[in-house]
């Protein structure tokens, strides 16, 4: 039903949107994605990238409020506009609603953009809604295990049209004032469009762990039990019907207001994909609680800082490279946490989350302090990734090859001890798996606080049927593909990677390329 507020705004907008009209432009391809394209076509994600790309899709003005009682940098919500989505991802004929607040209580509208490459822009508009009536919502009161979950009025909700590729979507938030010389406020909402088609490459995106470290409305992460230090507790929760506050465990990036962490982390290699014309396919950690999306395609990729992983996600992965699909760990202090979905006060399924357990490579570290608050422990990490989390797992350093006879370095020039400065970070894997034909390929130091050692691995093994897993062992791996609109290099523990590498570059194009031909 859609029903109408007094003052004729509906409190909920059911709209299918508008596409913007496509213009005839070029995507730039490597070698294997263009002959692969000249034997069966323009991909989907070409045929998209072919459109034309929005000039305006960032946030502009942003204004987060400080925590109260909290420390002078803790500021991470807008109350001014914020917002979250009903669902993790949706799929095109799906609804998806958008719980918006607005304090004061002013109209807004809400723009949808889909990230991509788009001929270097970044975005697509993909619908204009609203305005809409704001209404200021009710903060929620910290229930049992901490948890922080709202119960916000739907301002608006989207059928997603049919023709919308998968892709991660951003809802900018703007305030309309509606007196004169009255600045607007902005933030965004993020999703995912899902598809189930065979697709070279299945994106996975970490949501999970924006979910554990979003501290909204205070300090309410998955590492606060209510003492100033960070924990490493099971006995908090956190819901995915909140807003993402402003990430804040590393660096200040106002663009992550109401975005989760995709803009940091994983947006970067997002973009170079479409650049390359790669055919991706994208989804939540939720969906792959079952093995059967990920064998409709021949890459499974995890991105950046993937930490939090539902026990059923680590089989269903298992599950797909015993099947002959190609994973690449392009990440670090990935599958760390055991963390089971959970549905929400109203039954939504996979809305909660919760830290139940280390996974087996950390549980054996013998300076992990914090396992005997733990009764169980999960599978070893590093027999589906080729390495081990480690403690310390914080710190930076350069990626040191130490094969470069390796398939992986062809057309790299590199040789044994070269290095690329600053890749390492923040965190990473260490001890390498004992797995039949696994090859470390690149290894070094990586440095806590600057002074602390600690040894990190690279590697790959072969799969049962031809296939292969990479760990690349580190969260920054992303940052020397691209440097999209939108993104900014991160700076940590006394250590900054440096942007687009070339070598890195060939790196990812070799891996991906052998992984789409087996």
């Not at 922080?148 to 309309?176: F, H, Q």
């Not at 554990?212 to 995915?240: I, K, Q």
């Not at 606080?449 to 969260?475: C, D, E, L």
């Not at 920054?476 to 523990?493: I, K, N, T, V």
Request: proline letters at 8%; one cysteine or more; a positive charge.
């Amino acid at each position: 039903m859609n029903r109408t507020k007094p003052n004729g705004i509906p409190r909920r907008q059911f709209i299918t949107g508008n596409a913007s009209a496509a213009l005839a432009a070029s995507v730039t391809g490597s070698t294997s994605a263009a002959a692969t394209a000249a034997r069966r076509g323009p991909s989907i994600i070409q045929q998209e990238n072919a459109r034309e790309g929005a000039l305006d899709w960032q946030l502009t003005r942003v204004r987060v409020d400080r925590v109260k009682g909290g420390q002078p940098n803790e500021a991470y919500r807008s109350t001014l506009i914020e917002g979250y989505c009903s669902r993790q991802s949706v799929a095109a004929g799906e609804t998806i609603e958008f719980m918006v607040s607005t304090n004061p209580a002013v109209p807004f509208g809400l723009e949808i953009f889909r990230t991509g490459y788009y001929g270097g822009r970044g975005a697509r508009l993909m619908a204009t809604l609203g305005p809409f009536r704001g209404l200021r919502q009710p903060e929620p009161a910290a229930g049992e295990r901490r948890l922080n979950e709202c119960a916000w009025t739907p301002s608006a909700a989207l059928k997603i049209p049919p023709d919308w590729p998968s892709g991660v979507y951003l809802g900018r938030l703007t305030t309309r004032p509606e007196k004169e010389n009255t600045p607007y406020w902005q933030s965004y909402v993020v999703f995912i469009v899902r598809d189930n088609r065979p697709a070279d490459i299945l994106f996975q995106c970490s949501d999970n762990t924006w979910q554990a470290y979003n501290r909204w409305p205070g300090t309410y992460s998955l590492y606060d039990d209510g003492t100033p230090s960070m924990t490493s507790t099971p006995h908090v929760e956190v819901s995915f019907d909140r807003p993402y506050g402003k990430y804040r465990q590393i660096y200040d990036n106002p663009q992550s207001v109401g975005s989760g962490e995709w803009l940091c982390w994983e947006f970067p290699l997002a973009y170079w994909l479409e650049q390359h014309g790669y055919d991706v396919s994208y989804c939540s950690q939720s969906d792959m609680l079952a093995a059967e999306r990920g064998l409709k395609c021949k890459v499974f990729l995890s991105v950046g800082h993937d930490e939090y992983w539902d026990e059923r996600t680590y089989h269903a992965v298992a599950a797909m490279r015993d099947a002959g699909v190609n994973l690449l760990f392009l990440s670090g202090n990935a599958v760390c946490w055991v963390s089971p979905f959970s549905p929400s006060a109203r039954g939504v399924p996979n809305r909660r989350i919760h830290r139940a357990a280390p996974y087996g490579g950390l549980a054996r570290q013998k300076s992990f302090d914090e396992r005997k608050l733990y009764t169980t422990v999960g599978p070893d990490e590093g027999l589906l990734m080729g390495a081990v989390n480690v403690i310390p797992v914080n710190g930076g350093g350069d990626w040191i090859v130490v094969k470069p006879e390796h398939w992986m370095f062809e057309g790299t020039g590199m040789k044994k001890g070269d290095r690329i400065p600053g890749l390492i970070g923040w965190e990473y894997h260490g001890d390498p798996a004992k797995i039949r034909g696994l090859e470390v390929v690149a290894e070094g130091t990586a440095w806590k606080s600057g002074t602390v050692p600690q040894h990190w691995t690279a590697t790959v093994y072969p799969g049962p049927k031809r296939n292969f897993v990479f760990n690349a062992a580190t969260i920054f791996w992303s940052q020397a593909l691209s440097s999209p609109p939108g993104h900014m290099l991160p700076w940590s523990h006394f250590n900054r990677p440096h942007g687009p590498d070339e070598r890195v570059r060939r790196i990812t194009r070799n891996l991906l390329d052998r992984a789409i031909r087996s």
